[in-house]
């Protein structure tokens, strides 16, 4: 996946794709897990607004659709789901009333035993996907080029660039939009931002990441579903041979 050249038509592709790609996998209950992830739960944080919080059990569900959508790590589910709900409470208000600063919320949240960056990233993606993308592993691939460090360092690189990224979609559709070359000084910025923002292609940092983890997935799920032909027409081939 070359992220440089991952533009907004891509990025749109992979979006509409992303729930036929869930469904392809055929894990038990991701689905369901991925509409909490992406309906019910932020609902439930925005609703705490103006002091939102997470709870054990949510925490635990989260935790639940990330090793799902991933590599499955049933150490991590437990501790978190062991985790005493009053101290999960605090430390996730904390996170939130740190934000933008995704560094000390992700240093918040990372207090809990089983949350590193990773599942910390989850967590500020559900309430804030404009600011703070998942930390996935196809998407660290794509972005910064490996998925072994998992370190708030490096988090914070891959938060910058995701943002970037989103950014620079949302100015070069802007331009598209009137045919001309916009900047964040024009003065027009701020009346087109108000009439995209209720268009499908105005991205934020996490549409990109589950942009990314679609086409990835995708492209890995039909490398896999030819194997088997490929390995047909070999044997058929040194049939003849003989």
Not at 7 to 36: H, M, Q, W
Not at 65 to 79: D, I, M, N, Q, V
Not at 212 to 224: D, E, I, Q, R
Request: with cysteine; glycine share 4%; proline share 5%.
């Amino acid at each position: 996946m070359d992220f440089k050249s991952f533009d907004a038509g891509l990025c749109r592709e992979a979006l509409l794709s992303y729930e036929a790609v869930i469904k392809t996998l055929e894990k038990p209950n991701l689905i369901s897990l991925d509409d909490f992830y992406r309906g019910e739960l932020p609902d439930l944080l925005h609703k705490r607004d103006p002091k939102p919080y997470i709870t054990t059990d949510e925490l635990s569900k989260l935790m639940q659709w990330k090793l799902a959508r991933g590599k499955w790590r049933p150490r991590l589910l437990s501790f978190v789901s062991s985790l005493d709900d009053a101290v999960v409470r605090d430390a996730s208000r904390k996170a939130f009333a740190s934000l933008p600063d995704v560094s000390k919320a992700v240093s918040e949240l990372t207090v809990l035993k089983g949350v590193g960056p990773a599942t910390a990233s989850a967590v500020l993606a559900a309430y804030t996907p404009d600011v703070a993308p998942f930390m996935s592993d196809e998407a660290m691939m794509a972005v910064i080029g490996d998925a072994k460090d998992y370190s708030l360092k490096r988090y914070v690189v891959f938060a910058e660039k995701m943002q970037a990224k989103a950014k620079n979609k949302l100015l070069k559709m802007i331009s598209e939009f009137d045919g001309t070359s916009l900047s964040i000084s024009d003065q027009s910025f701020q009346i087109q931002l108000e009439e995209l923002s209720s268009s499908d292609d105005l991205f934020t940092p996490s549409d990109v990441e589950r942009a990314l983890w679609s086409s990835t997935v995708s492209a890995k799920v039909k490398t896999m579903s030819t194997k088997p032909d490929e390995v047909e027409l070999g044997k058929k081939s040194k049939r003849k041979r003989k």
